[in-house]
């Protein structure tokens, strides 16, 4: 038994993050993004030079991108299946029974996908705020990078792991997970 346990963890130490930056997604803000998240897991970040936007995921009635399509090449690039691959795009997201959203996760896959389209003030109206973007892409990507490492929702509102219904969420939890989620982390 304590053989399965220590072959386990070792398989986690060596299971690292790839951020993939897709289509125009914003080079400088990834590498950021990729230098902050691997202290969150403890683990290693790698950046994957670009990937292209999927022609067959976009629809162009709704005049947006299908995310499970750019999950689905996002998985085919994993060197491994220890890798959490999470890709960041400009590009409005929708899955079919949602009218949009910002990011999904498929923990099976080890896959993942953020989109700034909605976090960017100028979408609701409001004039360009940079101080806004950041914060809320590296909340988005650790929230669903928490969930390709196991963890489910958390109830706490200030934790970075919360299920944000709106903006204001997003703005009002803070960048750490909350003891409970971090405990549960390291266990994993």
């Not at 950021?32 to 403890?42: E, I, N, S, Y």
């Not at 299946?81 to 029974?97: A, H, N, Q």
Request: aromatic share 8%; glycine share 4%; hydrophobic share 40%.
């Amino acid at each position: 038994m304590s053989l399965q346990v220590s072959k386990k963890k070792m398989s986690l130490i060596r299971s690292k993050i790839v951020v993939v930056p897709i289509g125009e997604a914003d080079y400088m803000m990834v590498n950021r993004l990729a230098a902050d998240v691997g202290p969150a897991f403890t683990r290693s970040v790698d950046i994957l030079k670009g990937m292209k936007l999927p022609d067959e995921a976009q629809n162009v009635i709704r005049n947006q991108y299908y995310a499970l399509v750019i999950m689905a090449k996002l998985e085919r690039i994993k060197a491994n299946s220890r890798e959490k691959v999470i890709g960041v795009c400009e590009e409005d997201l929708y899955l079919p029974d949602e009218n949009y959203i910002i990011g999904h996760d498929d923990p099976l896959a080890g896959t993942a996908v953020v989109s700034l389209f909605r976090l960017r003030q100028e979408f609701y109206g409001l004039p360009e705020d940079d101080s806004k973007i950041y914060p809320r892409l590296f909340k988005e990507v650790l929230h669903r990078l928490s969930h390709l490492f196991g963890l489910p929702e958390c109830r706490n509102p200030k934790c970075v792991n919360y299920f944000s219904q709106m903006m204001l969420d997003i703005d009002t939890k803070t960048r750490r997970f909350c003891d409970i989620c971090r405990r549960k982390l390291s266990k994993g």
